[in-house]
């Protein structure tokens, strides 16, 4: 096999590349291990001396194909605390075990497996599948085997769709071929209908067809997959498409047709008429009348003939042709074509707009074409003010916020849409928002685009409609002339209880203002601000300000004295006293001396500088006080984070009060979406569609240094994240509690803060577990936790790391006995932790035979419902031998083996109904067994 890796330079190893390294490198390429441990014990050589970050010996032996006997002689000698590491190279993360994979050494992978190597072991962000996936090696021996020595499979299922789609690119058949029958109608599955069988649970027709659909769907089929299997002439991968597509056959047809259209237009090919001729050859296995596809050969024409007939604007002859050619005009589109879109742009009567719809009748309204621009039936009409037409397709299931693509900022909304493509108008935004049921969140989206540079239209002259016409809708009027006419009573606290919540509808955003006065558009300014519910103008003020300043620290550049400026200078045109402006000056310039005083470690002068100017650091960052609340700066985080001495941080913490306390930063891009309307799509990935990036001004900067900054925080969470031990002890010392609560919920614990922002590891959970942290809470909502979206109990080596922890203390309180509890076993069991499972066995400190009576008692019922209508059941394939294999602990897993060979030999001699999965397993640790003896 060619090289994997490239070394290029001889200092990729750690010590003098001498002439007694470079023998020892040939010893290995030539796999002369007798010779290899002779001569490190004659020259007293340390093997793991070669080891760096670009060079790893037994890597370097797997890579040259070495024997099973010469990487064991290199374990021997090199002393690996663990397997689970990898070396960069040539811009590449290397694993021993991913490299044993790519290529196809199992024998290998399995000394490293048995030497406990990971299977789902991350190279820095890169997993041991994405690997072999990049590295273009994947294949269906090794897939295979990954999944064969996986806890669990369920990691493959969402990768699946790439997976099939770079297969297909690649024409790598045997793959996808592999993919479909390993997970459609795979081994579990014909277990389960196998022991429906043998023990005779009835099942309806519709209980079977109902599995068979469950099974199919477990590949969703995407169109694109077609084209390619057709574009790479892999007739059998097409066939292989359709037979596990859920759809009915009619519907994927006239996809493809319109399809091969579509690249018959861009390319000037003959695809349509090729696709049509392998479906009556037979080569595609599609079951449709051929008289069918003989109509729809013919479909160009028809459709030219249709549109003759609609540029015409006549509806009866429009209905003839239709009858005489037994045609449906939904069959006459394509991906940049649609009769009732190019009939609306045309401007026809209404009376053939409603015929056409009528003809649409069982398809629904709320779907798009390309082109120029992306258009929807309802985008269409009211782009051209046809407000009748738009009130018939809303009223015949058109949907005034349905979006192209629903993303994170529903920017492809209709009024966003139109704003974008400069087709919003005066009169067609006001119907927008006069529609019953129009989202909120369309409203303040359109109302960021605004801000975009060179509007096409003033924007506050929509600004100034939204708040009219938005805010005292319609459906408002309607209602209070309905109170008023029917004399329902109503108080006037009622009355201004309505009031506001009607001009709640539009909450204001702090960025809105910003924008505004960036661009000098004070008018825009005064709009929001008569607007603005909230109670208090200075509050407003206030906020505005702490965004510019917060802009100062990152950027220099200095934005809020440009806002003072304009308060003083009255550009805005709204009364402040000058006193509130003063002090608004005053605060930013002591937060900004209080920094430099920490970033000098200079402890005497900002002790003096807080005397003089009578500043108390705790009330200076109290909640609801001018910082802390909305800009996430806090002098002791800020301290901590910024690699503050420990005498500073001990002179700040006796400023405070408490150390138990959580520090909010809403000023994100990432968690606050107020800002996305300075965002552009930038297509780096095809597969995602909702990265942006910020185009104009100043922002920019803004949002790359501080896209990824935690928006809350507490100070053990930054001196943990910032694996700062010495810090995390000063801190508890002086009272800061592990076991701190940011809130009320089970989410509100270090542990939980630390997994939401992706910070939590192995490292750091077993050191909060060793500062006290308390597991009985978590143990005690076990289930809850576990079917929280997202938990970190989820990971099986956070969960073993929390169990193992409280077993422990569990058996040390109880003088060594402690019992685990069977509703644990079952948790383990059904969520198929068996690391858990072999934990819960080794703990529990009754005989360990009646421990594994009890876990094969809860695994058949588990196998057996109570419920004998549902037929359902909870076993995955090979669920018993797949735990066996995974007990890393050899003594307890050959217990274990004898315990279930035991089992099988029992129930057989009583004559009692064999369980087929145990039979299944038995004979499984039984070849096993004896493939352990050969290779002995």
Sequence with gaps: MESIIEYEEENDINVEFNDKYKYILELIKENSVDELCHYLHLNSINLSQLNNEKFD?????????????MLNCILEQCHY??????????????????LALVKNRFDVANVLLKNKADIHYRMF?????QFLFNKNALNKHN???????????????????????????????????????????DVEFILNFLKIYKTRIPLSSHQLNEKLLKEKGKIVVLDNWYNLAFEKESYDIFNILLKNDLREQKIILKILLNSREYIDQLFFADNLNLFINKIKSGELH????????????????KRKKVVEIIDRNNTKELESYIDVNSISLVDLNGHHFDVLIYGIENHISFEMITYIVEQYSGTTLNYFIGGDFIKTPLSTAISHNQFDVADLLIKKGADINYCVFKGITSRDSIPCYLYENELINNSNLRYILNCNGLDKEYVINFINMLSKKKPYTPPEAFLEIIMKHYIFDHDFILHILYVYKHGIPLSREQLQHQITKEKSKVPVRDWWYKKALDKKNYRAFRILFEHDQRPSK??????????????????????????????????????????????LSMLSKHRRNIVVFIYNDNIHGLELYLKENNISLYSFNSEGNYWRSEDGFDILIYAIENDASIPMLQFIINQYEHLNYFNCCYFNYKYDYDYHHDFKRYPYDSMLSNY??????????YYFNNAYKIPMRTPLFSAITGKKESIINLLIENGADINYQINHRLDGDIVHLLYQFNHLSEENLKLILNHGYQTQDTIDHLEEELEREPSYLTNFNFI???????????????????IVKREWFRMALQHKIFNLLELFIKYDSRERTSVLDQLYDLYEENNHPQDSHTNSCSTSYGEIYLFVNMTKDEELKKEIENYLITKNNSLNKRKKKTNIHLTSTVEKLDTSKRKRKTNT
């Excluded at 942006?692 to 900067?701: C, F, L, Q, W």
């Excluded at 073993?800 to 402690?818: D, G, P, Q, S, T």
């Design 143 to 185: 897939l295979l085997y990954m999944l064969n020595n996986s806890i669990s499979i369920n990691w493959l299922q969402p990768k699946i769709p790439r997976l099939i789609e770079d297969c297909l690119y690649k024409r790598k058949n045997d793959l996808i071929q592999f993919i479909f029958y390993f997970f459609i109608f």
């Design 57 to 69: 010996i037994l890597i370097y032996a797997i890579e040259n194909d070495s024997s099973i006997a």
């Design 538 to 583: 200075y509050q407003i003020l206030n906020k505005i300000f702490k965004l510019y300043d917060y802009y100062d620290r990152e950027n220099g550049c200095e934005k809020s004295n440009a806002f003072i400026f304009n308060l003083k200078n009255s550009n805005i045109n709204i009364p402040i006293e000058s006193s509130y402006i003063n002090g």
């Design 692 to 701: 942006y990036y910020v185009t104009e001004d100043d922002d920019s900067n």
């Design 125 to 129: 962000d890169c997993s041991i599948y």
């Design 81 to 98: 605390k663990t397997l689970n590491y990898y070396i960069l190279k040539n811009y590449s993360y290397y694993s021993p075990l991913a």
């Design 286 to 301: 599609f079951d449709v009348d051929k008289n069918v596809l003989n109509v729809m050969m013919t479909a160009k024409e």
């Design 800 to 818: 073993e790391i929390i169990f193992r922890h409280y077993l422990k203390e569990a058996k040390r309180r109880n003088n060594n006995v402690f």
